[in-house]
């Protein structure tokens, strides 16, 4: 059986180092140093303006909804989110990277995607370079009338300058034929793939979260945790700082606590940051049960 990076950096070979129940947890309404998790309640433009520059690793999170572009909030809306990308972008640091997951707005069955406005507000400061319009499918059953069902959820992957931190070997998958060797020529006998799995792409497939499962939560609406998982990976290193500013329910910083990173996450909605609490400290007691991505719903793998 052939172990792939992604695997062999599940939480049971951090603990070596780490020592999850000895995490230190801060719940502040400013940035702190001196933190495993730092916890905030409030808006997100407030507590990133109380943020050093250059601080984080990885800025990665789910952007709020956007009203229809008809409504006349819509603009207001965009100057927001404007001010909010330009201060992530202030504390990312040199090499860092943005990912930034959007929905979309539908009006009279034309849609609307974010990303599309999005883009250009990033790329105003000219250190930021688009590496990849990832997308990741899911299955959706409610059925939509005039077009087809929504079926995936995109994540625009910027970086901050041209050298930065690109972990392929830790999210490479499975090969299809992993013992397939060349069998002429001057490598006659060797592998003819990479041992180590192959380059993921930029679509990618994500297990359906069912009634069943361990962390119902960890559904469509979110971020999976094994999306969160594949970032955290390719994109910081371990002790880095990894920040969600629209924490949710807590898959990229559970992601990163995973992982040996450190975390900072906020929550404006009083619901969303119990929930990421009560997530955050099942995983820190080692409570917390997450499907493996290369398995079936019957293996799972409890941190």
């Not at 599940?10 to 309404?29: D, F, H, I, Q, W």
């Not at 609307?112 to 299955?139: A, E, S, T």
């Amino acid at each position: 059986m052939h172990r792939y990076p992604f695997e062999e950096t599940a939480l049971t070979s951090l603990l070596g180092s780490r020592n999850l129940l000895t995490a230190k947890v801060v719940v502040s309404e400013t940035y702190v140093s001196g933190f495993d998790v730092l916890m905030a309640q409030g808006g997100a433009f407030e507590f990133v303006k109380t943020v050093p520059d250059e601080t984080f690793q990885l800025v990665a999170t789910s952007l709020p909804g956007m009203p229809s572009k008809e409504h006349p909030e819509f603009h207001n809306y965009l100057e927001s989110q404007e001010k909010v990308l330009k201060e992530f972008v202030r504390v990312l640091k040199p090499g860092g990277s943005l990912c930034l997951q959007s929905s979309k707005c539908v009006n009279r069955k034309e849609i609307y995607p974010l990303d599309l406005f999005l883009y250009p507000l990033v790329r105003k400061n000219p250190n930021m370079q688009l590496r990849n319009r990832i997308v990741w499918f899911r299955d959706r059953r409610q059925d939509e009338r005039g077009r087809l069902r929504d079926g995936y959820q995109p994540v625009l992957w910027f970086t901050k300058g041209h050298r930065y931190t690109f972990n392929l070997d830790a999210v490479r998958t499975p090969q299809k034929y992993p013992d397939k060797k060349y069998f002429r020529g001057p490598k006659k006998g060797q592998l003819s793939c990479n041992p180590l799995g192959k380059n993921p792409g930029d679509a990618w497939e994500v297990l359906k979260v069912k009634a069943d499962y361990p962390d119902p939560l960890d559904s469509w609406v979110q971020l999976p945790i094994h999306v969160a998982r594949r970032l955290v990976l390719a994109m910081s290193n371990q002790g880095d700082v990894v920040f969600d500013p629209f924490a949710g329910t807590g898959s990229i910083l559970l992601a990163g606590i995973l992982l040996g990173r450190r975390v900072v996450g906020v929550n404006s909605q009083k619901r969303y940051a119990r929930i990421s609490e009560r997530r955050i400290n099942q995983a820190i007691q080692g409570k917390l049960t997450v499907r493996d991505l290369y398995e079936t719903k019957e293996n799972l793998t409890a941190y």
